[in-house]
């Protein structure tokens, strides 16, 4: 099974922290995406990426973001957190471009006081 | 870009009922379609997927239609059962793009 974990289920940080949000899958997949999932909004696309050092913006990029160094690792970052960021983030990751579905991570609830 | 379209955003039925869940997209070129399901608490996970090649799709008690020239697919849940409770994702294109979601509650 492939797995993804996210560095941390549950997060509480300051307004203005610089935060990060850590992925990391073990199949060799050439994608990763981060989401943020709110009540009556769903999966929301914040950042994906295709291969190493490759970034995309997805939907809602603005305030975050991400960084990929190595192939397995993909990381989300809140230069200067805000309380409207408060939510549960998703990272996903998938063997092609859509040609398979995505796997998920366990997700990282986040509260920004 | 792709924009995706789900309703209902609940559905309540009795056990042994069906439940079906609509989805619509803009994006003609869109070729991927799959359906995820959210346990509370955890993560979504695929349940079933169709591609544009093919009109319907079956797994057990779950299966997916989907309709190319209207842009819509549904999901279709036969017997329900009290553990088909949770919230249900489609999504649509080679970027997936969710739906908001569908809450599901099935009452014993």
């Known amino acids: 099974d492939v797995k993804v974990t996210q560095s941390s289920r549950y997060l509480v940080k300051r307004t203005g922290e610089k935060v990060f949000l850590e992925c990391v899958q073990d199949?060799?997949?050439?994608?990763m995406f981060w989401y943020r999932q709110d009540p009556g909004l769903g999966l929301r696309l914040i950042y994906f990426?295709?291969?190493?050092?490759?970034?995309e913006k997805g939907d809602i990029p603005e305030g975050y973001s991400v960084s990929r160094e190595k192939k397995e690792r993909f990381s989300l970052i809140l230069e200067s957190a805000s309380t409207n960021q408060t939510s549960m983030y998703l990272c996903?990751?998938?063997?092609?471009?859509?040609?398979?579905?995505?796997?998920f991570g366990s997700g990282t609830r986040l509260t920004v006081v | 870009g792709e924009n995706v379209e789900q309703h209902p955003s609940t559905l309540s039925v009795q056990e042994g009922d069906s439940a079906v869940i609509k989805c619509t997209y803009s994006?003609?070129?869109?070729?991927?379609f799959p359906w995820y399901k959210q346990e509370l608490g955890k993560r979504p996970q695929l349940i079933i997927d169709?591609?544009?090649?093919?009109g319907e799709k079956k797994d057990q008690r779950i299966a997916v239609t989907l309709n190319k020239t209207a842009k819509h697919f549904s999901l279709h849940i036969t017997e329900t059962q009290p553990e088909d409770s949770a919230v249900y994702f489609c999504?649509?294109?080679?970027?997936?793009?969710f739906g908001t979601g569908t809450r599901l509650q099935v009452f014993p």
């Open positions: 994006d003609s070129a869109s070729n991927y």
């Open positions: 990426s295709y291969d190493v050092k490759m970034k």
């Open positions: 199949m060799d997949h050439e994608n």
């Open positions: 169709i591609r544009s090649n093919v």
């Open positions: 999504a649509a294109s080679l970027m997936l793009i």
């Open positions: 996903a990751s998938s063997f092609n471009r859509g040609v398979y579905g995505y796997t």
